[in-house]
């Protein structure tokens, strides 16, 4: 009787244990009472009835997934391998257990599809430049498609863009055609600025023609105070000797 009351009192003490349950601060547990949905609990202690009650745990933290390279082919027809990461967070502890069967792997896989499917809309410049974009429109994707699962998707980044080597010297020869296109129109841009203030100069000089004249004068002596021993042949503008001219004309 002894040895038989002490399988019993062992029995109950192994039942108590399986009754009492401690969630932490980030974990919440959805029970099942005869296989029926009673209630989500959590945190702190959690007490069950044995047999009758289970719990499943469920992770309430931001979690990271991984979404493994996808082929993808763009909107102009050029094959890229993309991957991304996806972070998520469960905010419906009993919709994550009851409504889907494996809320990782379905999400894992519903971002595998959407991001083959959202790439392919968008060209090869779009996806390589305008990535902030891309990764809005996906988060707001997966965040609708996964709201049934208590699930909120709280952000998404394309990781890495991985061409093949003859992609990635078309790009790389059109990266240097587009800064010699910007140099000339750089350079062109600076030839007009030029010729407008020559212009406006030109313009300035022939209202006073004295200016011309000291213009003139000033020239040589930028040229007489540079130091080196060269001779230099300067033209001599009409408009100097034109008064010398009329004062010879007048004395003869």
Request: charged share 25%; no cysteine; aromatic share 4%.
């Amino acid at each position: 009787m002894f040895g038989l009351g002490g399988i019993i009192l062992l029995f109950v003490v192994v039942l108590l244990i399986s009754a009492i349950k401690v969630l932490p601060e980030y974990q919440r547990g959805v029970v099942l009472t005869l296989g029926r949905y009673t209630g989500t609990k959590g945190p702190g202690l959690v007490i069950l009835i044995p047999i009758i009650q289970s719990m499943t745990r469920v992770d309430l933290r931001v979690g990271v997934m991984d979404v493994p390279p996808q082929d993808v082919i763009s909107r102009d027809n050029v094959s890229v391998r993309v991957n991304a990461v996806v972070y998520y967070r469960i905010i419906e502890s009993d919709k994550a257990v009851l409504q889907v069967a494996d809320f990782y792997q379905a999400t894992s896989q519903l971002a595998q599809t959407r991001l083959r499917s959202v790439l392919g809309q968008h060209e090869l410049d779009e996806i390589l430049s305008e990535r902030e974009s891309i990764n809005k429109t996906l988060q707001k994707i997966l965040d609708e498609a996964t709201d049934p699962w208590g699930i909120k998707i709280t952000d998404v980044e394309i990781k890495d863009v991985d061409l093949n080597e003859t992609m990635v010297r078309a790009i790389a020869r059109q990266a240097e055609a587009e800064r010699e296109r910007r140099a000339k129109v750089i350079h062109a841009e600076g030839e007009m600025q030029a010729a407008e203030k020559l212009r406006d100069a030109a313009t300035m000089l022939s209202q006073q023609p004295q200016a011309l004249q000291l213009r003139y004068l000033q020239t040589l002596a930028d040229m007489a105070s540079s130091g080196k021993s060269t001779t230099i042949a300067f033209p001599l503008p009409l408009d100097l000797i034109k008064p010398l001219m009329s004062a010879l004309e007048k004395s003869q």
